[in-house]
């Protein structure tokens, strides 16, 4: 009996999985390790480097380790570093070409650490830098021109800055000459007083026309028609009119309006560049707090900054992929449809003042409405070295009309110490310790944040130290305080997040100001104010509307005299005649008969 099974196949057979092995164990990893650089680079924009990959079969598994991912604004410093991830996969799924992670996990993530050497940025990241670039040196301009211990030259000041008040008013007078335009053109083609007088003289003729005669009284009638329809589109053009009248009213008003507000802002803006270093006292909270409560942010942020993004890019890309007309994998599994990419479980730790921080993540995706819910995160701990408690829990879903998502933070019994807030040439303030209370919630609409967040750091003691009188005031007021209650609100784009900060010290501060202003200075802020102002007296006094209230008046006159025309009527002569002729032949056939 013959062996099923040959020899010479067999071996063959063995040698192909031996190769297909040896081949796997060779450069398998360095595929990897390639191709996670090379997706995740250009996702991030920036480069991405991976130290090493690795790979098992049983159970099917990945592991990165050595991650950097270079920041894109700053190409000289990692925006995140991870210290390695282990993932495990399901085998099946990736024959239906979808990626099931069941679990997930990522070590020792670290912010803003310093790259060996800088990092490639995409060219359309650098071009939007640059551009930035452009707006500070135009700003830096401005500067030289001010400052302590020059003679302050308004007038410079206000020809270099790029104002508002001058933007107003060239809005204003291209809106008062394209409304007075195309009112003197429609003005112009209203029915003039000849018109309405040769309308008038018409109907008056047929009025008089001998009613005794009907078929000549049935075509006065019907000319008379004819003129009310003439009537009735001049009506509608002068109603036209003056509605028009009325939107450019509107329009000039808005206009006069954001010009008469354009100085004031303009004055705002220029006079802490009159005044120094006073027009930082009104915002003196961000001025001081502002750099480290973006630090702080990060962490609280760090869900919506560093995952959303990614998401928002692969859903788009798989939005791409499916459009592109190239067929589509059918899958015939009967089970619960799963997302093309999907990471049931994570955790992910990261270090925060140097502690280990865990986060906890549930079903992250960028096919939430085919998974049926959204992506979790949750973050819980207490009792460490610096911190009391630190809560943190949110979700997240991309969705057909966009991104959208809730975060909750709360955080107690923060210690801080020898704390670097600003370090400035005119001012320089550290925290010498703190205790820091937090709570805040944001929504996430579309990619747009809406939040607020409160902080209270009591007790507190910081040092600080400021060049010229102004700064001075302010390093004596940042000493003096003994707590401080901080309102955080949060807008913007989650990829850029935007901080408004304020507190009670921005309103002490300017009072106090008030108070230490030289004669000098305030003189040279008076100048400021009085000249932009008489910047917009003579573009106001130019959008006058009294033609229009003329034009408007004599529109209004004209649809009164054509609503008097339209009242004419000639139906009763005719009806009448009518009745004269039927009782004329009812007494001749009357006559007849009766004859």
């Known amino acids: 009996m013959k062996s099923i099974i040959r020899l010479p196949g067999m071996a063959a057979f063995v040698v192909i999985i031996a190769l297909f092995s040896l081949v796997s164990w060779l450069f398998l990893d360095s595929w990897i390790r390639l191709a996670a650089q090379s997706a995740l680079s250009q996702a991030n924009g920036a480069e991405v480097n991976i130290a090493s990959a690795s790979h098992q079969f049983f159970p099917l598994g990945v592991s990165l380790a050595g991650i950097e991912i270079t920041d894109p604004d700053m190409p000289e410093q990692n925006r995140v570093s991870v210290g390695g991830i282990e993932a495990s996969i399901e085998l099946l799924p990736l024959f239906s070409h979808k990626v099931i992670i069941d679990a997930l996990s990522v070590t020792d ?142 329009a000039i008003t808005d206009a006069a309006k954001s010009l008469r507000q354009a100085p004031q802002q303009d004055y705002d803006l220029l006079k802490g560049l009159v005044s120094g270093d006073a027009g930082a006292i009104e915002e003196a909270t961000a001025m001081v707090f502002g750099d480290q409560m973006g630090e702080w942010s990060q962490y609280v942020l760090m869900a919506i900054e ?180 901080i309102q955080v609100d949060i807008s913007g784009e989650a990829k850029h997040p935007s901080l408004a900060i304020s507190s009670d010290l921005d309103n002490n501060l300017k009072a106090s100001i008030k108070q230490n202003f030289s004669a000098e200075k305030q003189k040279k802020l008076d100048e400021l104010k009085a000249k932009l102002n008489d910047k917009i007296n003579a573009p106001l006094s130019k959008l006058g509307i009294d033609d229009w209230q003329s034009w408007d008046q004599d529109a209004n006159g004209k649809e009164s005299s054509i609503d008097e025309m339209l009242t004419s009527q000639l139906d009763n002569l005719v009806d009448k005649k009518k009745d004269e002729v039927k009782d004329k032949l009812k007494d001749k056939l009357k006559s007849k008969l009766f004859k």
Request: net charge neutral; proline share 2%.
């Open 306 to 485: 560093q995952v959303t993004p990614l998401l928002n890019k692969s859903n788009k890309q798989a939005e791409q992929k499916q459009t592109r007309g190239e067929g589509r994998w059918i899958s015939f599994n009967l089970a619960e449809p799963q997302p093309d990419f999907l990471i049931k479980k994570a955790d992910i730790s990261l270090q925060v003042m140097d502690e280990t921080l865990t986060s906890y993540w549930r079903d992250i995706t960028h096919q939430h409405q085919l998974l049926g819910r959204p992506t979790r995160y949750e973050v819980d701990s207490r009792n460490t070295q610096h911190w009391q408690q630190l809560t943190l829990n949110g979700q997240f879903a991309v969705l057909e009309q966009g991104l959208k998502g809730e975060q909750r933070w709360k955080l107690a019994g923060i210690n801080v110490k020898d704390q670097n807030l600003i370090d400035k040439h005119t001012l320089s303030s550290s925290i010498r310790s703190a205790n820091i209370a937090s709570e805040g919630q944001l929504q996430l609409e579309n990619a747009q944040l809406h939040g607020a967040s409160k902080i209270q750091l009591a007790p507190l003691s910081l040092s600080a130290k400021g060049s010229g009188k102004i700064m001075q005031l302010v390093a004596k007021s940042l000493t003096q305080l003994d707590s401080l209650n």
């Open 109 to 250: 993530i670290t912010f803003n650490q310093a790259r060996k050497q800088a990092g490639w940025v995409n060219k359309d990241t650098l071009d939007a830098d640059s551009s930035e670039q452009e707006q500070t040196s135009a700003q830096t301009d401005i500067e030289s021109d001010s400052g302590e211990g020059k003679d302050i030259d308004v007038d410079a000041i206000i020809a270099k800055a790029p104002l508002k008040t001058d933007d107003a008013i060239k809005s204003a007078q291209q809106v008062y000459a394209d409304k007075q335009q195309a009112l003197k053109s429609s003005y112009e083609s209203l029915p003039d007083t000849a018109k309405l007088k040769d309308y008038e003289t018409r109907i008056k003729a047929l009025k008089e026309v001998d009613y005794k005669d009907l078929e000549q009284l049935t075509k006065a009638k019907e000319e008379l028609d004819k003129i009310k329809a003439s009537l009735k589109a001049d009506k509608a053009a002068i109603k036209a009119f003056r509605q028009q009248v009325g939107d450019a009213k509107t």
